[in-house]
């Protein structure tokens, strides 16, 4: 308490000094000169040779001020007490190890970033709920953000970890489909669970059939690039810049493009040239330069104009909008912007995002748009992962070749107790969603692998966490079910072809036959994925995984590189030993600051 005092009084005598020599300053003439605040979309906008080259609309700003004035010795308590709140809060929201005694805590939100807060998925009781149906996903966003905020030494908060992301930013050797009729492979594996005692781990993997670049089919891309005053700092525009050239040099002259900004105001820069024009892009990027607010919402609309404008009938036509954070300015009711890119999807325009840098970054936003507008998501953090986006997985991007497609499991309950899905939290759909064409879900593009993994509870099992009922009735249903004993579940598969409006049927029994015994016999793939699931489920304190820690997950990673061929697992791997440090860092600081 009176190291508390002291420093009251020591910041009551600075304030006051402070307010003496300001005052002894003067105050500025009511009319000095104030320099005006404008917003630019691009440096000085010169005019353009090209004759598609257009200029940009500006718009001027008028900054609104709000002013609260404390007494001195208010102020001075004020910030003392804030400072000791704020020390207190950043230690006690260090992530913790899962075996730790505090794993209810987190590491705190990264300024104004904002990160939708997940409900992690439960244990769920077959005789009580055999049936579980979920949209697939192949945004890969998460993942990247999470590896940028791990290399700049901080976990990202609880339960806002998509672990379908984490897994499915990589590559999986999945067999490709070798029916022409059907856009993709299903495959399944069954092996025991690295995550708790006595349960198993299905795997289920789809694969996407490959479309060489030069069968891609024409695109007509407009690009949405936001040129507020944020995107300066080199992670962010300059970036986005070399991204947008190194996708352009994969384009033809089938090919459309064209850009427009949007700042305080939008505005074409771009219209309608084609993918091979190299120099008219080129000089187009050349001259954007951030400046201003963001009034995102014109800029989308405008974007589909030109959509509009030169769609290409049989081709890919899409949106694809680059952002580091929040629309602030203008239309900012972010479910209408949902709902206006869900519906213009519904035309054949699909809207894809690309999310740079930290700060103000709305990554709940821009997950929604790119969902309800049959697209991607992506955040491009580096040149690697730009290269990895825009070229190398170009097809992937740029052409789907599914629609709505859905997964449905039935479990038997003669064999399987319980089970948990790993993942998925934001896509899951109604038992009665899967037969209605009508409810969205998600696309796969060229070449994507899929993957999505379940935690199983045998019915032999003794580690099971629900007790069995008292009064529950022996039905036909558990007679059918132990006729086909040998079935562990039924997978089904629900998908709409290209320009098609009623789903096909998949479907795929699985059986004890694929049961691997031992976890090390499993392929390289589902091993792998299962570190990545499990390195998921511990940044999110996952309640339901209690035989694993970090140095497991590093061996079983280590076990399962594959070829590798990008060197993204190796990466990975790196990622998990940092991940190590910082969280035996947090626990001990959190050990030292309470130790009681």
Do not use: W
């Not at 008028?62 to 102020?75: F, V």
């Not at 300066?232 to 986005?240: E, R, V, W």
């Not at 700060?359 to 936003?365: A, I, K, R």
């Not at 791997?573 to 600081?589: C, D, F, G, I, N």
């Amino acid at each position: 308490m009176k190291n508390y005092q002291q420093a009251v009084n020591h910041s009551l005598l600075a304030l006051i000094i402070s307010g003496i020599m300001i005052g002894g300053c003067g105050q500025a003439p009511k009319d000095a000169h104030q320099q005006p605040q404008t917003d630019a979309n691009v440096s000085d906008l010169a005019p353009s040779t090209h004759p598609h080259a257009l200029p940009v609309s500006h718009t001027t700003l008028k900054p609104q001020h709000a002013e609260m004035i404390l007494s001195a010795q208010e102020q001075a308590q004020q910030s003392i007490k804030d400072q000791i709140q704020s020390n207190r809060a950043k230690t006690m929201a260090a992530v913790m190890p899962m075996h730790s005694e505090n794993r209810h805590l987190s590491s705190a939100p990264i300024n104004n970033d904002k990160f939708a807060t997940l409900v992690q998925n439960g244990n769920m009781v077959v005789s009580e709920t055999p049936v579980s149906t979920f949209s697939i996903d192949v945004d890969t966003g998460n993942y990247s953000t999470m590896r940028r905020m791990i290399n700049q030494g901080l976990l990202p908060a609880k339960d806002s970890v998509r672990i379908e992301e984490l897994i499915n930013y990589f590559s999986y050797d999945y067999p490709a489909p070798t029916d022409a009729e059907v856009p993709f492979n299903v495959t399944t594996e069954l092996a025991p669970s690295p995550y708790n005692l006595n349960t198993q781990l299905l795997r289920i993997g789809i694969k996407g059939f490959e479309v060489a670049a030069n069968q891609r089919g024409a695109s007509n891309l407009v690009f949405l690039l936001d040129v507020s005053g944020s995107m300066s700092s080199n992670d962010k525009l300059p970036l986005l810049k070399q991204a947008l050239l190194m996708l352009s040099q994969q384009l033809s002259a089938q090919d459309k493009v064209s850009i427009v900004v949007y700042a305080g105001a939008s505005g074409v820069v771009l219209d309608g040239v084609a993918g091979n024009d190299v120099t008219a892009i080129n000089h187009a990027l050349s001259q954007l330069n951030a400046q201003g607010g963001t009034n995102g919402s014109q800029g989308i609309q405008l974007a589909y104009q030109l959509v509009q404008k030169h769609f290409i009938k049989q081709g890919t036509n899409r949106v694809i909008l680059a952002t580091d954070g929040d629309f602030n300015l203008g239309m900012t009711d972010h479910q209408q912007l949902v709902d206006y890119v869900a519906t213009r999807s519904k035309t054949g325009i699909g809207l894809s995002t690309l999310g740079f840098g930290l700060g103000n970054y709305n990554d709940h936003l821009l997950e929604q748009l790119s969902n309800k507008a049959n697209g991607q998501y992506a955040y491009i953090d580096t040149l690697h992962e730009a290269r990895k986006v825009l070229v190398d997985q170009l097809s992937a991007t740029l052409l789907t070749i599914a629609h709505d497609v859905k997964v449905q499991i039935e479990f038997n309950p003669a064999v399987v107790s319980e089970y948990r899905l790993i993942g998925y939290e934001n896509r899951l759909l109604n038992r009665s969603d899967f037969n209605n064409d009508a409810v969205d879900a998600g696309e796969i593009g060229a070449g994507h692998t899929v993957t999505a993994l379940y935690e199983l509870r045998y019915s032999d099992s003794h580690n099971t966490l629900v007790d069995p009922l008292r009064y529950r009735a022996s039905t036909t249903t558990d007679n059918k079910a132990r006729a086909v004993s040998d079935e562990v579940a039924f997978l089904k598969l629900r998908y709409k072809a290209i320009g098609g409006h009623a789903s096909q049927l998949l479907t795929f029994p699985i059986t004890k036959t694929q049961q691997i015994k031992h976890l090390q016999h499993a392929s390289d793939d589902l091993r792998f994925a299962a570190a990545v699931a499990g390195f998921g489920q511990l940044l999110n304190h996952n309640h339901y995984v209690h035989d694993v820690d970090y140095a497991k997950l590093i061996a079983l990673a280590e076990s399962a590189m594959g070829q590798d061929r990008y060197g993204y697992r190796h990466e990975f791997v790196q990622l998990l030993k940092t991940a190590h440090v910082l969280s035996e860092q947090s626990r001990l600081a959190v050990n030292q600051a309470y130790p009681n």
